[in-house]
């Protein structure tokens, strides 16, 4: 079964709760920016991510108060000085990020109210967030409206001009640490994740190739119990079919050999127990053999 919901025919708050919760997870940044009389504001977002590299762009959205139809500080600041300071949170800081959420009054410092260090700019007003593992001093190039009533956002595009990243979160090569940064994004309601430890994962891409398709594996792989879609695409993600003989090698290694025995004696289904030993080598990263097992099953 399936829900269908029309946009329009539920309430604001509702279509709020329901699109947070699917769209996830999602990175958060602190966006600190300043007014004309230079007062500072440090706000977070979840409505943001980087959508270029040349030229390098990112993008936040400080949506209109679903509430109250109110804007929110930073889009007033931006429209006034086109400068943001946009600092990536992670996990050391996430407990100031939700702090510094709070809507304060216009004028309250949250750097202050989060406890923060306001570290200057070398090229913008705003200043950055000193604990931050990653900054962007940046400049606005436009702002656009969605819409005029609550729950509306508001793009702001901006360009970065200079990057600061703290030391600690570098590799040898010069490179940020995934494992160190320790990143933080947010779901629906009030639950937030971590991406570090075993939350982690790395999924092998060829760059310059194409993968199989999981169209190119046979119909009894395709449609098989045992195999997840994640498997299938593992699987596909294989440049080549394996040859002639990388099937007789592994048709002819004691354990596949053993289990098919087994099987062809007590009756029981063969193909099925083949992709489950095939599976296993998908977890320890044998790909190219568990394709030739999972090939191999549609003899059986």
């Known amino acids: 079964m399936v829900k269908t919901i029309y946009p329009t025919e539920i309430a604001q708050a509702d279509l709020h709760h329901y699109l947070l919760s699917a769209v996830a997870p999602r990175p958060i940044c602190f966006a600190s920016t300043i007014n004309a009389q230079g007062q500072v504001n440090l706000s977070p977002f979840s409505f943001f991510n980087v959508f270029s590299s040349n030229p390098p762009v990112m993008i936040f959205s400080p949506a209109r108060s679903g509430r109250d139809n109110t804007t929110k500080h930073s889009l007033d600041n931006v429209l006034e000085v086109g400068e943001v300071s946009i600092n990536i949170v992670n996990h050391p800081i996430v407990e100031q990020m939700s702090l510094a959420s709070t809507a304060y009054a216009k004028g309250i410092n949250e750097f202050d109210k989060a406890g923060l260090t306001a570290v200057a700019s070398d090229k913008i007003g705003p200043p950055r967030v000193g604990e931050a593992p990653v900054s962007f001093e940046c400049t606005v190039q436009e702002v656009i409206a969605l819409g005029d009533q609550g729950g509306a956002g508001n793009l702001v595009i901006a360009r970065v001009e200079l990057i600061h990243i703290r030391e600690e979160y570098l590799k040898s090569d010069g490179f940020l640490d995934t494992e160190k940064l320790d990143l933080v994004a947010r779901m629906g309601e009030s639950w937030y994740c971590r991406a ?50 990388m099937m007789k090698e592994i048709e002819q290694r004691d354990e596949v050999k053993q289990l098919i025995a087994q099987n062809m004696a007590s009756g029981l289904p063969i193909a099925p127990e083949l992709h489950k030993l095939a599976k296993t080598f998908l977890a320890n990263g044998q790909t190219a053999d568990a394709l030739a097992l999972a090939i191999l099953s549609k003899e059986y």
């Open 196 to 245: 570090s430890g075993d939350a982690l994962f790395q999924i092998p891409k060829p760059l310059r190739t194409r993968g199989i398709g999981v169209d190119q594996l046979p119909e009894k792989v395709r449609h098989s119990d045992i195999f997840t879609g994640n498997d299938l695409g593992r699987l596909g993600n294989v440049e080549s079919l394996p040859d002639t003989e």
